[in-house]
Every structure is written in structure tokens, then in C-alpha cells.
């Protein structure tokens, strides 16, 4: 009990004063008039501002962020989702956060620009210092344990590089990199993301060992070279991080040998003939009704005709997309299953209509 | 005023004959094949505008919003300076703007979903919330439905006399109707309220067509706006002047009454002046999208100006295009007008259109006759 009892009134006052503003701004809020002098601050979502633009190797870019008030941290590992206005509309992605936090309060995320990705390539190339985009909170248990396990293995791929490199620069600030195996692909040695960082982490930490796979000269990784690569793989703690392909087999082959592996998904394993006639789709709240075809997720239905869904990672692991089937069936686009009952909370990132279907969105 | 909206109103007046005895029957000599055309090219100009939607039209609502925060934070500062009579005046003026803009470019236009498709919770019709007596959520039933689909159909659409005023010869007289041109003054001062307890849709409960649960749950959805407003406007900002809090409640007090005269000489003149006609019931049988379109052109009106003034109007100076496409940016009606005056020109249907002082003159002089049988 040492805070002088002068003291003790502060917390009523702040609430008093947060009780006069939201009066004296309704409908509004009062962040949508502080918004005026501060670009950083809005009513819904959580802004951060464009502080750099750094460019990386194999056409990809850094953006170094930095989040206005109410960012609440992150782990090195983690994804941000990041939303940014596209010819006067909001789209919104996710990105591994490629640094651990930092004492100046920037965040920085890492984008590459992937075949036929109209975001990543907006990102990529158009997004300028000053901007101010849209972010939510960090999210994702792709994160290093702690305590480390002594000998840990890395399995990357193209931009699966993105969260372990979040976490290999964390290792490295806390002093001499432990035992730590990264095996990582990519097509030819310039396009190794941040290529030049690891080979010199390499270098400087004697018990990291950089593999690189580069796969216009080698092929692709089996996970059966593994034994020869890195031929004490089964006695390590395992990541992986980098295309659907790549990851289904690495799975497979550690469920195999009856250990686990944790994987890092940039996008959702679609079953091949997931396929199905559409339907009409009803999203109720707003009395919206949109023909859809039976391949294309209920999220992006929604967002196509201006509905306005919850999102997530549009990948069906978070959850954050979900919203109950008031009637009709829906196919869930990673297993071709067809379920639904009303009632239902249903993840629209991943699942299309199966016939008529009407949401209570 | 609650009196006169708590009026009986005989939704279901007995049959009428012909309808070509009437002189505000629309007749239209267009083939059936001339309006399905016709329905085409109104398709094909919205087609147009949607697929050009883009980051410049964005660009214009976010700043429509800005304008209208700084002039709200302008006129609320200005106002605890009140007693000075210039910032009296400018305070009252900025705050008078800004609750125009919020309600007839931002409220009325967003609540219709005209801005959705950026995807912007923040610009959202399932969001937005208005500075005015009515719930945004009753609004987009009783507005976005009832009078965009019914418009001008006497008996079915409610903003014909709003339940309270005879605004076409369709509607039966009956001696309460010689107080038009009072009532008329009365809904125009109080004209938040008029739109507010209009979506009670108490001549429904009274004819049981609506629940008195819900009429109920909507009157304690405005009871809870009206709290806040009145919080805001006549306790708080006041309380927050001091000694000097007279000025600031008579400006705030003002601000709401110009905003109500504004918004309803802006709204009245959108259907009411000459040229601008009702329709009977019978007009919404298989009634086809080319049809409704020409019901549309047929019963609105426009407001000659400039650019400001259609800021100020909510681009509601510009009615015929925003009946035709209620969910289109309301910043493209000024594009799309001249194509749609084209269009009524070639078909023969009249464009009406005309300064706000004619327009409003010819509401006035509607609105005494029919205060007479």
C-alpha cells in the first residue's frame, strides 16, 4: 500500500470522463473523432501505420509497422491479419510476423507475392510509407516452447521461411542459437528469403545448421531424404512451415514413425473433387441473396455482394469466420462433406453452399 | 403530436372506379415491350456504375465523413462561446451542416447500403448508427422496403402524408384533413419525431397486421435514442458550458430544428411537387421490373442546383436517380442524371425537376387543396 491516497480517485475519474465522451459522441464513438487528429485511431478496427518498406529477396518486401493503441503483442511465430483498401475496398490477409518484438514498438511483417495473389501483390508493390492499414490482433501457437527442446528441426518451403524466421531471429537475440537443424527449400539460391541473414546466422551460431534445398537443381524434398539429411530427425522437436504439398507428406511421414509435427498452413488442403452444385445463398440480417456456385467459399460470396462477415484466417483453422446455418446444407471444401443442420455454426471461409442455404449474417 | 400521429387511419379505403377519371393517375403511352427496354437500359446504367465503383469513391465518403466530424467539433466548440453572438451564429451554422450532412449524405445514403461493397465495418448499413430519433435498424425496414418498393402506391406506401398529412386526392377527406397545411408546419419543426413514430406503424397495430410487441419494442428503441440525444444535446454539452450554458442548449436546440426544416422541404419535394404522381394499389399486380422502374421516374422529383447544395440535399436533389438505384453511391447520381433525362426524354415520360423554392411552393399549394375535399 504505498500509492499516496491522493491517488485513489483516479481510476473513477478516468471512467467518468470515459462515460462524458461516449455522451457526448453518440451515435458515434469517441475514437471516430479522435480518428481526426490521429489516423492511428479507430472505432472498429486496429490501425498501424506504414513506417518502412524494406525489400527482401525473391520479390518480397518487409513492411515495418507500427500499431496504434491497443496492440497487444505478439510471439515470434505468430501471424498478423492484415487489412488493406484495394480500389476503395477492404481486404484482409494473413502474414507471419517476422521479427520478435521490439523495444521501438514497430511490428514487422513479411509478404511474398504468390501466383495470382491480388493482395499479396498490392501489398508488394503499391503499399508506401505514411499508409495506414488495418490490422488485428496477433494470433497463432506456431510459437518456440518454452523451455526449448535441446535439439529442435525446421522444415521450410518459399515463405514458410516467414514465421521461423520470427523465431530464429527471437533465438538469436537472446544470446547463442541452440541446437537447431533448418532444412528449408527454395527454387534457387537468390530466392531464399532472407538467404543472406541465415547464411551469416549460420556462420556466427556453431550449433545452427542452415540446409538449403534448392529445388531448380536438386527436386523436391522427399521426406524420405530426411534420414540422410538429417539423420537424427526422429530425436528432434519438429516444425513446419511452407506448401500444402510439402506439409501433407511431411505429416504423414512423422505420423508414420509415430511422432508429431507442427505445421504452419498458408492455405487450406482443398479435396480434390470438393465440388458440388451451388445453391442460393440467403444472408438474412441484411436480406441479401447471391446465385453461388459450389466451389467458392460462403465468406467470399458474402464479401463479393457487399455482406459484411466475420473473418479470420480464410483458412478454416481460426474460427473467427463462423455463423450459424439457420437452413440448408453446406460442403465443407476440404473434405467435400456435406453437413448441416440448423443451428450450426458454420465456417464460411471453408465451406460452400450445397443447395439453397440461408446464414443468420 | 403524438396525438395527431396516434390517429386512426383506414389503411383499406373501399374500391375506387376507373382510375382515368383521377388527374393523378400516371398513363403512360408506352408499350409493354417499350417498358422492358426501357428496363434494359436502366439495368445496363447500374451495371455501368458498379463495375466502376472504386478507391475515388471511397475516397469521397471518407471525406464526407471527415467534413461532417470537423464541423460537428467546429460548431460544439464555437457553441461554448456562445455568448458571443458571431460564434453563436457560426456554432449553430457548423453544427446545423454537420447534422444535415450525417443525416441525408451519410445516414440516409450509408443505412441503404450504398456503401457496403467497401467492406468497411466502419461505412457499413449493418453498423451505422445516425444521429436522429429513428433506430437505424426500423429505418431500413419501414424506409429501405415499405417506401422504396411501395412508392407512391397510396396504402402502401407510409410516406405518402406520413400517416398524418392528405397528400394525394387518393386518399379519402375527411374533416380532420382541413388542419393540412398546421399539420404540415408541425411535422416540418418536428420532423425527426415524425420519421421516428412513423415506424411504430401504429394504424398497423390497430388493424393487427403488427404485433403490439413489436410495435412496443420499437417505441423503447427510439425511447433509448431520444434519451441519448437529448443527453447529448440539452444536458451534457450544456453542463460542460458552465455559467455560459444557455447559448449552448438554444444552439443545439436550433441546430435540430434546422436540420428537421432542411431535411423535410428536401424530402417532401422529392414526390410532391407537380408532375410527380400517386399510384393505386392495382399498379403492383405483376408489376415487372420495367414497370417499377417507370413508377420510380413517375413518381419522384428532382432539385435544380449546385454541387453543395446536393451535398446538403444528401443527393436526394437528385430523387428520380436514387428511387431507380436506391443502393448505388449516392456521389454517381450526378453522373447518372443527365443519362436518365435522356432516357425519359426518349420514352416520353416526364423528368420533373426545379429549384427548391418552385418545388416547395407547388408541395405548399398540394397541401392546402387537399385540405379540402
Sequence with gaps: MTRPDTLQPRPRLRERLLQVSAAVSTPLLPDDFLGLVDPLRGSVDLRARVEQVRPEAAGAVTLVLRPGRGWAGHRAGQWLRLGVSIDGVWHWRSYSLTRPPRADGTVWVTVKPVVGGFVSHHLAREVRPGQVLRVAQAAGDFVLPDPLPARSLMVTAGSGITPVMGMLRELAEQGELPDVVLLHSALTREEVVFGEELRALALAHPRFTLLERHTETDGLLQPSELDVLVPDWRDRAAWACGPAGLLDALEQHWSDAGLTLTTERFAPVLAPAAEGEGGVVSFTRGGTTVDADGATALLDVGESAGVLLPSGCRMGICFGCVVPLLSGSVRDLRTGDVHGEAGDLVQTCVSAPAGDVSLDA | ?373
Design chain 2, 1 to 373: 403530436m403524438t396525438a395527431v400521429l396516434e390517429r386512426p387511419v383506414t389503411p383499406d379505403a373501399p374500391p375506387r372506379p376507373a382510375l382515368a377519371a383521377v388527374p393523378s393517375t400516371p398513363t403512360t403511352p408506352l408499350t409493354h415491350a417499350q417498358v422492358e427496354e426501357l428496363g434494359a437500359k436502366l439495368d445496363a446504367l447500374r451495371e455501368e456504375v458498379l463495375a466502376s465503383r472504386g478507391e475515388a469513391d471511397a475516397a469521397y465518403i471518407r471525406s464526407v465523413i471527415k467534413a461532417h466530424r470537423t464541423l460537428e467539433v467546429a460548431g460544439r466548440g464555437l457553441l461554448f462561446a456562445g455568448i458571443l453572438p458571431p460564434a453563436w451564429i457560426a456554432g449553430t451554422a457548423c453544427l446545423s451542416a454537420a447534422k444535415i450532412l450525417e443525416n441525408m449524405e451519410l445516414g440516409h445514403n450509408i443505412l441503404h447500403g450504398q456503401w457496403d461493397w467497401m467492406r468497411d465495418p466502419e461505412i457499413h448499413s449493418s453498423t451505422w448508427e445516425w444521429d436522429t430519433m429513428s433506430p437505424s435498424d426500423s429505418w431500413k425496414r419501414t424506409h429501405n422496403y415499405e417506401h422504396h418498393t411501395f412508392t407512391n402506391v397510396v396504402g402502401k406506401d407510409r410516406d405518402v402524408g406520413y400517416g398524418i398529412l392528405r397528400m394525394s386526392e387518393e386518399q379519402r377527406w375527411n374533416p380532420y384533413y382541413l388542419g393540412n397545411p398546421v399539420y404540415n408546419v408541425l411535422l416540418s419543426l418536428f420532423f425527426q419525431w415524425g420519421v421516428a413514430l412513423h415506424d411504430v406503424e401504429v394504424e398497423k397495430v390497430l388493424s393487427g397486421e403488427r404485433s403490439k410487441a413489436e410495435a412496443w419494442h420499437t417505441l423503447k428503441a427510439i425511447g433509448r435514442k431520444v434519451r441519448k440525444q437529448f443527453t447529448k444535446d440539452y444536458l451534457v454539452f450544456p453542463a460542460l458550458a458552465g455559467p455560459f450554458f444557455a447559448p449552448v442548449l438554444l444552439g443545439n436546440l436550433t441546430s435540430n430544428l434546422v436540420r428537421n426544416v432542411w431535411s423535410h422541404a428536401i424530402i417532401f419535394c422529392g414526390h410532391f411537387p407537380d408532375g410527380a404522381v400517386q399510384f393505386e394499389e392495382e399498379q403492383l399486380e405483376g408489376e415487372t421490373r420495367g414497370q417499377w422502374y417507370v413508377r420510380q421516374m413517375m413518381g419522384s422529383a428532382n432539385l435544380d442546383g449546385g454541387p453543395l447544395f446536393h451535398l446538403m440535399s444528401g443527393n436526394l436533389s437528385f430523387q428520380i436517380e436514387h428511387h431507380l438505384f436506391p443502393d448505388l453511391p449516392s456521389n454517381r447520381y450526378a453522373e447518372l442524371s443527365p443519362k436518365v433525362r435522356a432516357l425519359c426524354e426518349e420514352y416520353g415520360i416526364e423528368y420533373t425537376s426545379g429549384p427548391l423554392g418552385k418545388q416547395y411552393l407547388q408541395v405548399l399549394r398540394r397541401i392546402n387543396r387537399l385540405a379540402l375535399p
